[in-house]
């Protein structure tokens, strides 16, 4: 069956640094993926999306990249703020959207 | 422009009983999608519903069903509520079905005693 896995439950890293979360997935070839962003209480919130044939996607200080020989996504979040505190969940599409766990990131400030 | 909206935003219900939560997307929107979010998980797809008709189902139970409405609305309902059920089931929708950015609601919670 489909996996996602998700580096580690939570990431903690000081304020200016750069984030970088992972997202594994096996057993299927997604053509997209996305990321999203969850706030405790909250839905999701679409952040990016990157196509197979795509190797990196950039938005602001936001950098995804899709590497479908490795299966994996790496998400940056550059001159992190302690408000990019939140969960970030990958989510492959094949043919409907799977969803990791999800990794709880804490900026310190 | 009004986001999607979920009802009710939290729910107690004991077992064996039913359950309707409902959704309005984001007008224009003609896919409608349910997620079950269980604590510390990610959200795990239930159904898609695209102009009326099932499009997608995930690894739940008959007890699961929903349904979308002409106004594209949707209904997602429970029969015979386990103590597992309880969890945030969050509607999203989008402009077509698909690899289409989801839209979340914040969810509704609901609670099995």
């Known amino acids: 069956s489909q996996k996602i896995e998700q580096n580690s439950e939570a990431l903690n890293i000081q304020e200016g640094k750069t984030a970088t979360l992972t997202c594994n997935y096996t057993?299927?070839?997604?053509?997209?993926l996305q990321w999203y962003r969850q706030d405790p209480g909250r839905g999701p919130v679409f952040l990016l999306l990157?196509?197979?044939?795509?190797k990196e996607k950039r938005k602001e200080r936001l950098k995804v990249t899709f590497d479908t020989t490795l299966k994996q996504s790496l998400f940056h979040i550059t001159a992190s703020q302690p408000a990019d505190s939140a969960t970030y969940l990958c989510?492959?599409?094949?043919?409907?959207?799977?969803f990791g766990p999800g990794t709880r990131l804490s900026v310190l400030p | 422009d009004a986001g999607v909206t979920q009802s009710p935003t939290h729910l107690i219900k004991t077992r064996g009983q039913h359950v309707t939560l409902r959704c309005s997307p984001i007008?224009?929107?003609?896919?409608v999608s349910w997620y079950q979010q269980v604590l510390g998980q990610g959200p795990q797809f239930i159904f898609q519903?695209?102009?009326?008709?099932?499009?997608g189902r995930g690894n739940f139970p008959d007890r699961f069903s929903a349904r979308q409405f002409p106004n594209y609305s949707s209904e997602l309902n429970v029969n015979a509520l386990l103590l597992g059920d309880s969890a945030l089931y969050l509607c999203?929708?989008?402009?077509?079905?698909?690899?289409?950015?989801?839209?979340f609601g914040d969810g509704t919670r609901l609670s099995i005693l």
């Open positions: 999203a929708s989008s402009l077509a079905r698909g690899n289409q950015p989801q839209h």
């Open positions: 057993n299927y070839s997604p053509a997209y």
């Open positions: 990157i196509r197979e044939n795509e």
């Open positions: 989510a492959p599409y094949g043919q409907n959207f799977v």
């Open positions: 007008s224009g929107h003609k896919s």
């Open positions: 519903y695209y102009e009326k008709e099932e499009r």
